[in-house]
Structure formats: structure tokens, C-alpha cells
């Protein structure tokens, strides 16, 4: 039997940089990725998506829009694990804390370039290009 998780996330933009995290993912790797984590029980991915990034990079931020919902699948102890995350466009409003020094490894702003080169997860690798393609909200002449 599958096992369902969702997750919402934010993709928080300031001057053309992006806010990225250093976690260890499941196979003990140190990579770059947005901000997000899972919905508690009973939670909106909006405000799941809002809290996750304050937690994880000690940020409050602002909605700006929904970007888009990953879906794919990876496995966890052998068992097969079916993700669905969604993904906010976000403005930070005010530096509130630290990231969560239990499970980020360190946060920081990032330009798009930057941004590119750390990213290793293709479902942030899609997200940050929708985000730049004409139209996305990163592009130029775009929403940002």
C-alpha cells in the first residue's frame, strides 16, 4: 500500500534572490531546496506553506499567489511514498527567528543563477523555471 503525503512550501523572493535551505535529505545528502514541509492534521496548505518557512528559515512572510502542485514519489524504508506539495509565491515582511537549527543546516538568499547551480531536487529545478518562463513570476516584466 502507497502512503500519502502533502506538503506546502514557498518559493520567497526579495531583489531577484530566493530564499533556499540546506537540508540532509533520506539518504544522508546535504542539498539545497525551498522551504516547505507537511500539513498538521486539520491545517490549510496556505497557512502550512506560511509556517513551514518561518519555521525553517525564521522569516514571516506574505502570499503573493499559488504557483503550481508537484507530484511525485520516492521511497522511505522501502516503501513507496506518493508527495503532493503545493508551492507559494511569497514575499518576506520581517526577519521573526533562526531556522530551525534541529532540521536546517543553514538558509540564505540566493540569485536565480546561484539558485540554479545549488538546487538538485527536479521538482524545485521545474518550479524556479516555470517561475522564470514568460509569464512566470520571476520572469522579467512578470508579477515580481
Known amino acids: 500500500m502507497n502512503v500519502r503525503e502533502y506538503s506546502a512550501g514557498g518559493l520567497v523572493s526579495r531583489e531577484g534572490r530566493l530564499l533556499l535551505v540546506r537540508v540532509c535529505n533520506l539518504s544522508g545528502k546535504k542539498v539545497w531546496t525551498f522551504p516547505k514541509g507537511h500539513l498538521e492534521k486539520g491545517e490549510k496548505s ?12 525564521g522569516w514571516r512572510c506574505r502570499i503573493l499567489k499559488p504557483l503550481m502542485t508537484a507530484r511525485y514519489h520516492f521511497r522511505r524504508k522501502g516503501q513507496l511514498v506518493a508527495k503532493r506539495v503545493k508551492w ?9 527567528g533562526l531556522p530551525d537549527a534541529e532540521e536546517i543546516l543553514a538558509a540564505r538568499w540566493a540569485g536565480l543563477e546561484a539558485s540554479r547551480r545549488l538546487l538538485r531536487y527536479p521538482s524545485d529545478l521545474d518550479l524556479l523555471e516555470r517561475c522564470l518562463a514568460p509569464g512566470g513570476c520571476l ?3 512578470g508579477d515580481a
Not at 46 to 57: I, N, P
Not at 88 to 96: D, F, K
Request: proline fraction near 8%; glycine fraction near 4%.
Open 46 to 57: 496556505r497557512a502550512a506553506a506560511l509556517r513551514e518557512v518561518e519555521e525553517e528559515t
Open 88 to 96: 507559494y509565491w511569497m514575499e518576506p515582511l520581517e526577519r521573526v
Open 139 to 141: 520572469a522579467p516584466g
